[in-house]
């Protein structure tokens, strides 16, 4: 299995999975155009792909899913309520229903989506299986049950590690929004998500992707020096990368 990260952060999400001949996205929050364009980068079609979850109905979670689906006829595959709460594709017959804690087959890759904590109508995360286990749990406002059995689970993570805590109580966000963002329905700091992996990580953790920086709040430097609290585990040393919202990574096998 491989992934790559095409886009993380608040302006776009969307994360390339691949297992041989099967491969997907999870989220197309970027547009179709750029979808393309980073695939190209990572040198994947757009073509081969067969199916698009959604975790959440934010903008920059489903911002290029309509246009993608349509012009390469790709399923779309997400929770009623998450469907209802936004329009998503112009193509009703590309729209897929699933349940929270449903697993959906495609090709050799085993999806399942669970529930986590977001300001949402039914937000999910996913993990996905096939020789290997690989989770990828952003928009999460605490570390839920779901996100713990999963981050213990899992040969690669892409975890959520959005904002440092000063830097977003200092900066020019206005209160109301400061306040959402360190609820329990909004977002994780890097402390959070450090000290998440630290407690419920385990051996077979090889790969740690830190996802879904803020660009105002965080900085790759900073979101790193938490994770220095890994350390304290002797049987725990995955690799750690950083995506962007900019660029897609490298394209990571599992």
């Known amino acids: 299995m491989e992934i790559s990260a095409l886009s993380s952060g608040s302006t776009g999400n969307c994360y390339y999975v691949k297992e041989n001949r099967t491969s997907i996205l999870i989220d197309a929050g970027i547009s179709c155009k750029q979808i393309v ?54 193509n009703e017959e590309n729209i897929n ?3 929270n804690n449903e697993r959906v087959k495609i090709g050799n890759l085993s999806i399942e989506s669970l529930s986590k904590s977001h300001k949402a ?4 995360f996913y ?13 999460l ?26 830097m977003l109580e200092d900066g020019p966000y206005p209160y ?43 900085t790759p430097q900073i979101a790193l020096s938490n994770f220095k609290l890994l350390k304290e585990r002797a049987d725990l040393h995955p690799h750690i990368s950083i995506s962007s919202f900019s660029r897609p990574t490298q394209l990571f096998k599992i």
């Open 37 to 90: 364009e980073r695939l190209n980068i990572i040198k994947q079609k757009p073509e081969s792909i067969q199916a698009i979850f959604i975790t959440h109905e934010h903008s920059d979670h489903i911002r290029g899913a309509d246009v993608l689906s349509r012009n390469f006829n790709i399923p779309i595959f997400l929770t009623k309520k998450t469907s209802k709460s936004r329009f998503i594709c112009s």
């Open 97 to 99: 229903l699933i349940k």
């Open 121 to 124: 109508e039914d937000p999910v």
């Open 127 to 139: 993990k996905i299986e096939s020789n290997k286990k690989l989770s990828i749990i952003t928009d």
């Open 141 to 166: 406002g605490i570390p839920c049950q779901n996100t713990m059995d999963a981050i213990s689970d899992s040969d690669f993570l892409c975890m959520e590690s959005n904002h440092d805590v000063n």
């Open 176 to 218: 109301f929004l400061k306040n959402w963002i360190k609820s329990d329905s909004g977002h994780l700091s890097n402390l959070q998500s450090s000290l998440a992996v630290l407690e419920y990580g385990r051996s077979r953790l090889k790969n740690l992707m830190l996802c879904h920086l803020s660009q105002t709040n965080n």
